[in-house]
């Protein structure tokens, strides 16, 4: 009888687990299901991993996301920089994280606007309920809600549409839920 107990209950958490993990769309359903078994199968060779794919990246852009870690250090790295180069009134460092020139011109407006209580930091950044809806070489899709402290107090919430720099991800569009028109967005960036 105990015996039973105990293998219901782990089949049960099983499937809570399968669950949880499963991806709400057919979208998230290949990156998921391809990430998870390449950082699974990975892992007992990331160093040789590491250096093959760093030297590719090298070669061609940024790396391709395959985990949420991994998106919410691209969008660290976008918002570090945005607010960086704003507090610094600094263009170059602005056109670092962003695509448009449009962009690049909503930063310059807050350069005599944005008060700032201390100088920004990357450490500065949370995200939650991160989700990668598209992921490729092309473009990233991540949807995140940002929590920025330290410098200042806001959390806002977007999904991210990014195209590749030449050494990291830049920003294209920020939109405002997942059923909004993103995907047109990384299609363009596709011809």
Request: net charge negative; glycine share 8%; charged share 20%.
């Amino acid at each position: 009888m105990f015996g039973r107990l105990v293998a219901g209950l782990i089949v049960v958490g099983l499937a809570i687990g399968v669950w949880a993990l499963w991806p709400a769309g057919e979208t998230d359903a290949t990156s998921t299901t391809t990430s998870s078994p390449s950082t699974t199968t990975s892992a007992p060779t990331t160093s040789a991993t590491s250096d093959s794919t760093t030297t590719s990246a090298e070669a061609s852009g940024p790396e391709v996301v395959t985990t949420v870690e991994q998106a919410e250090e691209v969008l660290r790295e976008l918002w570090f920089g945005w607010f960086e180069g704003i507090y610094n009134q600094d263009e170059d460092r602005i056109k670092e994280v962003v695509a448009s020139q449009n962009q690049l011109e909503a930063a310059i407006a807050q350069f005599e606007v944005m008060e700032f209580d201390a100088a920004p930091k990357s450490s500065d950044f949370g995200f939650s309920e991160t989700d990668i809806l598209r992921s490729d070489a092309e473009c990233l899709a991540v949807f995140s809600i940002v929590q920025a402290s330290g410098f200042t107090d806001v959390t806002f919430s977007g999904l991210h549409v990014l195209r590749p720099g030449e050494d990291s991800w830049v920003l294209v569009s920020i939109w405002g839920s997942t059923d909004d028109l993103w995907e047109q967005d990384c299609e363009a960036l596709l011809g």
